[in-house]
């Protein structure tokens, strides 16, 4: 039997995508981490389908033997991956990153030859965010060849998760973007997400898997927004008490005639709970690797797996599709 190894698996992502792929797959599911207790007590919850092995992120050595026999490896963990990626790449393990990995082009480059050498998948940013803004993006693009703006607005990371603080603090320190990715000051516009989400102001950020997007496409410009993180950071605290976790939304929309402002088609994602999305992503990823469908060498969520799929995927699990 395939086996498919969660890092970071007892986390609030790692639960969600440990579910999906027990439910929504044939492979064996093994829930890593640096706390075995916690890595045990969740894969008692599936005893024919789960077990638990200690792996620390930074210690290739735990990875290594962690690794032994592995189809995929998924990282859920907000730690530092490079030790991870390395020590995939040397055991010639598939990757599959949820949560955001910052290489620079030297390492992209080396990292995505090693890949293709390999035959190997390594898919970087493919949750929720980042990862749904270029699967968007790219069915767009799919739709009208040339497209003088694409514009992308989400709700925003979920803050009650294990990485909430390093993101924060990432996100903050990005200045503008060099490829029309757009961040820096700008005055908020509101943004109408579908109900129940409502109107919500939002500014331009950074999403990495929008990197290079314009260079790649007929794409003048493209702006991806979430709601400010000022009025957010401080309201973290509060949202972290709340019983019920915020709605997640994400929309976009390609405006064929420059300089106007009325969407010429749009497509449109909401979700009842934030993880969700990131998690149906992941055993979306792993079912193609696991069927042999999945290409070589570094790849963006928008390059692994056609986007028609995923946004297939996401709305038989529940979730709210509209296109247009």
């Known amino acids: 039997m395939h086996e498919v190894i969660v890092l970071g698996g007892y986390g609030r992502l790692g639960r969600y995508c440990v579910h999906h792929l027990v439910e929504n797959t044939l492979a064996r599911v093994v829930v890593a981490g640096h706390n075995i207790q916690r890595a045990e007590s969740c894969a008692l919850q599936y005893p024919k389908r789960a077990r638990a092995v200690y792996a620390e992120s930074s210690d290739s050595r735990t990875l290594q033997h962690a690794l032994q026999g592995a189809s995929m490896l998924i990282a859920c963990c907000g730690n530092d991956l490079s030790t991870v ?3 995939c790449l040397e055991m010639r393990v598939p990757f599959l990153g949820l949560t955001p990995i910052s290489l620079s082009e030297p390492q ?3 990292i ?3 890949a293709w050498e390999a035959n190997l998948p390594v898919v970087l940013n493919a949750g929720a965010l980042p990862g749904l803004p270029g699967v968007l993006a790219e069915a767009l693009v799919r739709r009208f060849p040339v497209i003088p703006e694409i514009r992308i607005a989400s709700t925003g990371p979920w803050y009650e998760t294990d990485t909430a603080i390093s993101d924060v603090r990432s996100f903050k320190k990005q200045n503008d973007a060099p ?3 757009a961040t820096g000051r700008f005055t908020p516009l509101l943004w109408n997400f579908a109900p129940p989400i409502g109107p919500r102001p939002v500014r331009p950020r950074a999403s ?3 990197d290079h997007f314009i260079e790649s496409h007929c794409v003048d410009k493209m702006v991806y927004l979430e709601p400010s993180f000022a009025g957010v950071t401080r309201g973290v605290d509060r949202l972290l008490r709340r019983k019920e976790p915020p709605l997640f939304g994400i929309a976009a929309e390609a405006l064929l005639e420059p300089g106007t402002s009325n969407s010429d088609a749009s497509i449109e994602i909401a979700a009842a709970h934030p993880l969700l999305p990131a998690a149906v992503i992941a055993r979306t990823v792993v079912a193609a690797r696991l069927a042999g469908e999945l ?5 963006a969520l928008r390059e692994a797996i056609n986007p028609i799929h995923i946004l297939s995927a ?3 699990s529940g979730m709210t599709v509209i296109f247009d």
């Open 85 to 87: 990626l390395e020590t």
């Open 108 to 110: 992209r480059e080396r």
């Open 112 to 114: 995505g030859e090693m």
């Open 295 to 299: 290409p070589s060498g570094l790849l």
């Open 314 to 316: 996401l709305e038989k």
């Open 208 to 210: 990495a898997d929008l």
């Open 179 to 181: 490829d029309g990715n």
